[in-house]
């Protein structure tokens, strides 16, 4: 099992910044790939950007490209996600996952963005 627990959330005015974080315990040596998505009310959970197990592949949403940096490291059980320039779109419940691949089998139990306009 892997214990995953996000945190960096908050309210945000338009054009601001956050930076979220996603601490990793249990048997995170089995995580290749750690990934962060985001909800909002209605919809289907996204992908937003993911990061492999050496760092050397990331994954980044078009919608986020240019805005959102993913980094840390799996190994040392921490991985982060920038957000600059933040717009009212990307207001959501924020959450990462681990595992083998950008889908994974572990979720945290999210965190929350609001970006007002």
């Known amino acids: 099992q892997v214990q995953l627990v996000e945190s960096g959330g908050g309210l945000v005015q338009a054009g601001g910044s956050l930076r979220l974080s996603c601490a990793a315990s249990?048997?995170?040596?089995?995580?290749?790939?750690i990934a962060w998505f985001r909800q909002t009310p209605g919809k289907e959970r996204e992908p937003v950007a993911a990061?492999?197990?050496?760092?050397?592949?990331?994954y980044y949403a078009d919608s986020v490209k240019g805005r959102f940096t993913v980094s840390g490291d799996i190994a040392k059980n921490t991985v982060y996600l920038q957000m600059n320039n933040l717009k009212p779109e990307d207001t959501a419940v924020y959450y990462c996952?681990?595992?083998?691949?950008?889908?994974?089998?572990?979720w945290g139990q999210g965190t929350k963005v609001t970006v007002s306009s």
């Open positions: 996952s681990a595992g083998r691949f950008v889908l994974g089998d572990y």
């Open positions: 249990g048997r995170t040596f089995s995580v290749l790939t």
């Open positions: 990061i492999s197990r050496s760092g050397g592949r990331v």
